[in-house]
């Protein structure tokens, strides 16, 4: 073996490391944009998610793509890390020659994929304490702090970085708060039933004998003027 070969076998370059996840951050770019397309998102939602990426540092589009992930996981339908990984080797070789022994290097191979899956895989935590519910995040830091009664977390498709509100309940009643270790309310605790729907607005919630519709601003929005 030649001391150029030894050299890439044996030398972890932090240069390499970054250019490979910023042309893998491309890749995962690509397929949320497919992911919108495929759920007929609309273009105008499309280009603010991308332009919004584009004035990110490579770790803020990083952190931004995982918390999309996370609150909207059939992104990863039928993704292969090893094909996001090959694809960012390849834009990354200068020729066939070094492409091909980055991907015959299987010790580098597996750790680049755990790089890439600790860093895009990052889902949050529902706690229990005392009987009551708070959410951490990967990190264990408090999104939501363990005082409701009952969470339920919106996995639906939203089609930019929006943080989607928690369905909450607390002293019996319903509403929406945000993740974002505030405990913002996006609406008050007044509700008998919150429900998800599947397009904006995202949530059906009845009280006082009424049906209403609740944007992710906590907007009521009355039922008729619905699709």
Same mark, same amino acid.
């Given at each position: ?48 998610f991308e332009e ?26 039928? &993704? $292969?890390? #090893? %094909?996001? *990984?090959?694809?960012?080797?390849? +834009? ?5 020659? =070094? ?70 309940? &607390? $002293?019996? #009643? %319903?509403? *929406?708060?945000?993740p974002d270790g +505030? ?5 008050? =605790? ?38």
């Amino acid at each position: 073996m030649t001391d150029y070969q030894n050299i890439i076998n044996n030398y972890a370059d932090p240069i390499e490391e970054l250019q490979i996840r910023h042309f893998a951050c491309k890749e995962m770019e690509r397929q949320i944009h497919r992911y919108i397309k495929a759920m007929r998102g609309s273009k105008e939602h499309m280009l603010r998610f991308e332009e919004t990426l584009q004035s990110m540092s490579l770790e803020d589009k990083e952190r931004a793509i995982a918390l999309y992930i996370d609150l909207n996981r059939k992104v990863l339908d039928g &993704l $292969d890390f #090893k %094909l996001v *990984l090959a694809r960012a080797m390849a +834009n990354y070789s200068d020729t066939y020659e =070094f492409l091909v022994t980055l991907i015959n290097d299987k010790r580098r191979i597996v750790r680049y994929l755990n790089i890439l899956r600790d860093t895009y895989i990052q889902y949050h935590k529902v706690i229990e304490e005392d009987g009551k519910f708070g959410i951490l995040d990967y990190h264990g830091n408090t999104l939501l702090s363990p005082k409701y009664e009952f969470l339920r977390t919106c996995y639906v498709y939203v089609d930019d970085l929006r943080t989607m509100p928690i369905i909450a309940q &607390l $002293d019996g #009643k %319903l509403g *929406l708060v945000l993740p974002d270790g +505030n405990d913002t309310l996006v609406t008050p =605790f007044k509700y008998d039933s919150i429900s998800l729907r599947e397009e904006p607005p995202y949530f059906e919630a009845k009280y006082d004998g009424k049906v209403v519709m609740l944007t992710t601003e906590g907007v009521e929005v009355e039922k008729t003027g619905c699709r």
